[in-house]
Every structure is written in C-alpha cells, then in structure tokens.
C-alpha cells in the first residue's frame, strides 16, 4: 500500500527558465519576470506530465533583497502536496546556495496549505490586506 503511494507522487526536477515561462504562460496566461532568476523547478507526474512550476528568484522588494533571501516568485496552482514538495525542495536548494531565508508573497485568500506544510510562517500582511507574506528561516549555527 505504501509503495503504490510512493509511486504516484509526483518528481521534483529543475527546469530551464524558458520552460518555466511557457507553461506558467499556459498555466496562468502571465509571463515570469526575468530579472533576477535563480532556478526552477517542475513536478513532474508519473506518467511524464507537469503538474506544477515553482520559480525561485531574487526578491521584488527593496526591502527584503538582502543578498540573504530568495523568492518563491511563482508557483502555479496544484494540489496542496505538490506544493509543500515544490517548496521545501526550493527551500533545500536556496540553504545549498547559501541563502539564509526564503519567502513567498500570496494573496491574502488563496489556499496556503501546502505552503504551511512546507514549514513556512506567516510573516506579515499588506496595509491594504490583500496579500501575505510567507517565510522560513534557517536556524543560526553555533560556532562553539
């Protein structure tokens, strides 16, 4: 029983930039913004699929580009599992790079479970409300 539910799970793979705008363009009608790209990683279905695309990026905001913070720029709608597996690879990955935290800004009223699950708090919300601000930090070393 377990096994069969290991092997539906979708694969986490990295994607080129370019193939994460066409299927975010066809996902979601909108383009990525190229400026400041990391990486990107796709789901993967077991019959070869995308099911979902996560763009990690510098931040938008002045504020958090601290040159210690990377974004979740995009991430397509999916079922609240792919997402948790989709941001705690990005997660993983950014800790790899050297970054100490990650974020995501979300509309205040989409489904956030999977980011939740992932392990990211909610940090702050807009003035107007409207979006909220999603993050996980890693712990600080100790050196003694």
């Known amino acids: 029983m377990a096994r069969r539910a290991l092997a539906q799970q979708p694969r986490i ?6 193939v994460a705008d066409t299927f975010v363009r066809r996902a979601q009608g909108d383009r990525l913004n190229r400026r400041g790209h990391l990486f990107a990683l796709a789901a993967i279905t077991p019959i070869g699929q995308m ?3 996560a763009h990690i990026a510098h931040p938008r905001a002045w504020m958090a580009d601290d040159a210690a913070t990377a974004d979740v720029a995009c991430l397509t709608p999916a079922d609240p599992d792919v997402h948790t597996q989709l941001v705690r690879m990005a997660w993983r990955i950014t800790r790899f790079l050297g970054y100490r935290r ?17 392990g990211l708090g909610l940090a702050a919300v807009d003035a107007h409300g409207e979006y909220a601000v ?3 930090t890693a712990r600080p070393r100790r050196w003694w």
């Open 51 to 53: 099911a979902a695309v």
């Open 13 to 18: 793979v990295p994607i080129t930039y370019q």
């Open 134 to 136: 999603w993050e996980i």
């Open 102 to 118: 990650l974020i995501h800004r979300a509309p205040f009223n989409a489904d956030t479970t999977g980011i939740r699950n992932a």
